[in-house]
């Protein structure tokens, strides 16, 4: 199977978690983009969507989902979602899309968060892939100088603009031993709105498309009779 159809059965697996009447979180990226097209088949079951994205809300309407204000929702259920890497702690780098803040704060909302990823995703360390840093465009340079002092090399992600009128630097060659430490001293950087880390509230569940198969791992025993 190519990397594309591994995305396709993990995100397919994400659909058995998802409770009837729910409010359903869905994240940003090629592996969500098939959770879409899966959850489509249980559209008439859900009670909506809310999305972490433009780009996911106004596929989400395209389809003929209801689509609610983050603000309008007090409980979310779940929330599905992608990852760039992914750990055994379930620790995840996010926002190769650019939509990391938009995804932090839905994850923060939703009571579980599932991680669907094909197998290259996984590591033992984080850090490989440069970790994606939403940035107050004024406070650029600043943070920039701030990521090479913690040892980073940040790389000005061109063109981007994020769905909040901000920047991104992608730090490279950052060997992530501590990823819930880092991910807060990232974020206490004056003009940093959040960093690509999900370490501090990891994924709950991680559905990894492979060769053999989804592999399912939930570290959390209690989450594991959800099933
Ligand atoms: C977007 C994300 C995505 O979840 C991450 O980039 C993985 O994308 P894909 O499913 O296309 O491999 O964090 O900001």
Do not use: H
């Given at each position: 199977m190519n990397h594309n159809q591994l995305k396709k059965i993990a995100a397919e697996a994400a659909l058995k978690y998802i409770p009837e009447n729910s409010v359903v979180g869905v994240g940003t990226g090629s592996t969500v983009n098939y959770f879409i097209d899966a959850l489509l088949t249980i559209k008439h079951k859900i009670a909506g969507t809310v999305a972490s994205s433009k780009v996911t809300a106004v596929k989400l309407k395209e389809l003929g989902f209801t689509v609610i204000d983050?603000?309008?929702?007090?409980?979310?259920s779940i929330y599905v979602d992608g990852a760039d890497e992914v750990n055994n702690s379930l620790q995840m780098i996010k926002g190769g899309g650019a939509a990391l803040t938009g995804e932090k704060i839905i994850a923060a909302i939703a009571k579980k968060f599932i991680c669907i990823a094909d197998?290259?995703?996984?590591?033992?360390?984080?850090?490989?892939?440069p970790l994606p840093v939403e940035v107050i465009p004024i406070a650029r340079s600043y943070v920039a100088r701030t990521m090479v002092k913690l040892g980073g090399f940040p790389v000005y992600r061109e063109g981007v603009v994020t769905d909040y009128g901000n920047t991104i630097l992608d730090i490279w060659n950052l060997e992530i031993l501590e990823p819930a430490k880092l991910e807060q001293t990232i974020n206490?950087?004056?003009?940093?709105?959040?960093?690509?880390?999900?370490?501090?509230k990891p994924a709950d569940i991680l559905l990894l498309g492979t060769e053999d198969g989804v592999v399912t791992t939930i570290p959390n025993p209690a989450l594991a009779l959800l099933v």
């Open positions: 983050p603000n309008s929702v007090d409980e979310l197998i290259s995703k996984k590591v033992q360390i984080l850090g490989k892939f206490n950087i004056p003009g940093v709105v959040t960093n690509g880390l999900f370490a501090v």
